[in-house]
């Protein structure tokens, strides 16, 4: 079992970054596909970015644009979502998620493990 927990949403203004944390508790964490997702109110959730398991590859949304960027630590058994150049679309509450795959993972129902989600909102 992994238990994810998000942290760094928040208010900011259009223009600003925030860094968004996924903790994951267990002892597997090193060897799972990690994952951000976000749903935004009324909304579907959509993908947003994701890493495999040992940070050599990723994959982004389109509507990234180059302004976000994920990254791990794993023998800190986090995951990070760096967000640049925010803008009011961004809005949304973000969620981290675990897959027991080794590579990157894009699709929702492939991944095992979802947190409770950061809620950023970004004014303009």
């Known amino acids: 079992q992994v238990q994810l927990v998000e942290s760094g949403g928040g208010l900011v203004q259009a223009g600003d970054s925030l860094r968004l944390s996924c903790a994951a508790s267990?002892?597997?964490?090193?060897?799972?596909?990690m994952g951000w997702f976000r749903q935004a109110p009324g909304k579907e959730r959509e993908f947003v970015a994701a890493i495999n398991w040992n940070g050599s590859g990723t994959r982004y949304a389109d509507f990234v644009k180059g302004r976000f960027t994920v990254s791990r630590v794993n023998y800190e058994t986090t995951v990070y979502l760096q967000m640049n150049n925010l803008e009011p679309e961004d809005t949304a509450v973000y969620y981290c998620a675990a897959a027991k795959i080794s590579s990157v993972v894009v699709r929702a129902p492939q991944y095992d493990y979802w947190g409770q989600g950061t809620e950023v909102t970004v004014s303009s």
């Open positions: 267990g002892r597997s964490f090193s060897t799972y596909s």
